[in-house]
């Protein structure tokens, strides 16, 4: 199997296997005075140190989540519930996860006045536009780190800078969800207040993500009960869940540099050999990240070209896996090319990915340019 839809979700590594394991052997209760009850707090605080590392924060400020949707629910509506009764303006950006986009949604029925800013007209993002949008009436600017259809790298650190600047009491939250582990992310270089990230992105297990919160940032719990996570997020740890987490940072947070210049070497040979063969397009090739790539294939349906790879072993998607196949509005937010929307697949690599994965999709494509019908113009 090449599998090259690691924006969707990523195989588990061996270390991560081994500590979820570890957590479900030590099985007793965080919250519980008994030995077994420690020892499980024990390997909870452990990983929610490393993680706090990795992010430059204190440990105090890491929330552990069921994932980055939760995160950046809580986030959205902790930073309503604290400060949108008194400011009504929120900014956010067109490409956002639904993840954001859903709950801001939500937000603007409730009375808020919701700005998205667009890329420009080269499907470019300016943190001046960002900046510009916000005004005394703003409590908050949520803003994605790195797109999950084009790998685009929005300017979060310069628009959160010139924000907290003129307007302190604004909240940033970033949804860093494809940036952690993978790009040199540190959340006082961002200026987020908030920042959310999610395990099964980097290696770990689905079903856990973690939210930053800025110590001396009040924002009232979202989900309540018997006082977990200092009473922010009730609910029992999962500790297999969190030893798993913890372990795959720890796996990555040295070897970021090393794997993103790996993995711009192959982005620069999957942009060759679309180039080579001529009917194969990329979509967003400059200001991103190269661990998400958009292709698209003159005049193949991507569903069909999905599936046609799928049946030889290679594994890619047509967008976010969250769209379920629905055509991208965020594609064309960036520009693409209105012929190109039927056309694209995503290609996402992780750190098990080579050029030999890259050559198998391209024969895949080039074998499916040969035998499958065309698009009408």
Request: glycine share 8%; proline share 4%.
């Amino acid at each position: 199997m090449v599998y090259l839809d690691n924006a969707a979700t990523t195989k588990p590594s061996a270390a991560v296997c081994s500590a979820v394991m570890s957590g479900l052997e030590n099985f007793g209760n965080p919250s519980s005075l008994h030995k077994a009850g420690l020892n499980a707090e024990l390997s909870v605080s452990r990983s929610r140190e490393i993680i706090a590392s990795a992010l430059g924060c204190t440990p105090e400020e890491i929330f552990f989540t069921s994932g980055a949707t939760e995160s950046n629910n809580t986030a959205i509506f902790g930073a309503y519930k604290a400060q949108g009764k008194r400011r009504k303006r929120v900014v956010t950006t067109t490409v956002e996860h639904p993840a954001v986009a859903r709950p801001v949604d939500e937000l603007e029925k409730l009375g808020c006045e919701v700005v998205r800013i667009s890329p420009d007209e080269n499907g470019k993002f300016s943190a001046r536009d960002i900046f510009s949008a916000v005004n005394g009436d703003t409590f908050l600017v949520s803003c994605m780190l790195v797109n999950n259809e084009t790998g685009a790298v929005l300017p979060v650190e310069k628009a959160f800078s010139m924000i907290k600047k003129k307007y302190p009491e604004v909240i940033t939250h970033c949804d860093c969800v494809q940036g952690f582990m993978k790009l040199p992310v540190k959340t006082k270089k961002l200026c987020a207040d908030m920042l959310s990230v999610s395990g099964h992105k980097i290696y770990a297990p689905k079903g856990i993500g973690a939210l930053y919160v800025r110590k001396g940032l009040h924002i009232p719990p979202f989900m309540l009960g018997g006082g977990q996570e200092k009473g922010f997020r009730s609910g029992t740890e999962s500790v297999p869940l969190i030893c798993g987490f913890g372990a795959a940072v720890e796996e990555l947070m040295y070897n970021i540099s090393e794997n993103l210049e790996k993995m711009r070497e192959l982005e620069k040979y999957l942009f060759e050999k679309c180039a080579e063969n001529g009917e194969i397009s990329v979509n967003y090739a400059e200001d991103k990240s190269p661990y998400v790539n958009s292709i698209s294939v003159k005049d193949l349906k991507s569903e069909v070209l999905l599936h046609f790879l799928e049946e030889r072993g290679v594994y890619v998607s047509s967008g976010s896996a969250c769209s379920k196949g629905k055509k991208s509005g965020v594609l064309q937010e960036f520009r693409i090319p209105a012929q190109n929307l039927d056309t694209t697949i995503r290609v996402s690599f992780s750190v098990l990915s080579s050029k030999e994965d890259v050559d198998r999709l391209i024969e895949g494509i080039e074998e499916a340019q040969k035998k499958l019908a065309r698009l009408k113009p």
